[in-house]
Every structure is written in C-alpha cells, then in structure tokens.
C-alpha cells in the first residue's frame, strides 16, 4: 500500500509524578521530562485512533513507523525521548492523571509505567 499518514485524534494528556492526582488532559501542550537529574517525570500520552481494515488494510504488515514530534522547549544539551505503545485503550483524557488511566482505575504502576499491563 505504501505510507499511511496517522494524525493523534483528540485524546492526549501527559501525567506527572509530582502531582500525582491532578489531570492535565485540558492543556494545549503535553510535557515529557526524565533524566538522571531530575525527580520530576512526565509522560506524555497521545491516542490515534485508527480502524484495522479501514486505515491500515486487513492482512498489512507494519515494517517501521516513525513519529515526528515538535519540541517547543528543550533543557540540557541532549534529550532523548522514547516511544511505547500504550496498551490501555479505556484511559480517559480528562480524568488520567500519574495514579490512574480513569476515575476509580489505577494504572499497574503509576504513571502507565506497568510493562505489558498499561
């Protein structure tokens, strides 16, 4: 088929270890920060919604994907960031926060850190 371009649909948030509790799912950017020097994490979370058979064909094989992010504010002079798929389709953007993907749902680990589970 070639390239298929996937937009993030309108679900996105980021949680935050230093407040746990509250939901930044309403904010215009999400924020990403780790590092070995920093207590703070952040984890941002984008959903792109797509239809196996409509937007990807039955029977496609996925061999790469890339994803293109715009860095606004960048500290320090490296960053890397890394990717994962988040398995948790039920999270909800604005009840998430780093305990929990929705009211009265904790995460396996918090900040949708559970390795196979979130």
């Known amino acids: 088929m070639g390239t298929v371009t996937l937009q993030p649909s309108v679900k996105d948030n980021y949680v935050d270890n230093t407040y746990p509790t509250l939901n930044f799912g309403t904010q215009q950017m999400a924020s990403a920060v780790w590092g ?3 207590s703070e994490i952040c984890r941002a979370i984008f959903e792109f919604a797509i239809t196996w058979g409509t937007d990807i064909p039955a029977g496609s094989t996925i061999t790469a994907a890339t994803l293109y992010l715009y860095i606004y504010q960048c500290t320090g002079s490296q ?10 389709s039920d999270w909800h953007e604005t009840q998430s926060n780093y305990d929990r993907y929705k009211t009265g749902s904790n995460w396996t680990s918090p900040g949708a850190n ?5």
């Open 36 to 38: 070995p020097t920093f």
């Open 79 to 88: 960053e890397a960031y890394k990717a994962q798929r988040l398995i948790r």
């Open 114 to 118: 559970g390795e196979g589970t979130d």
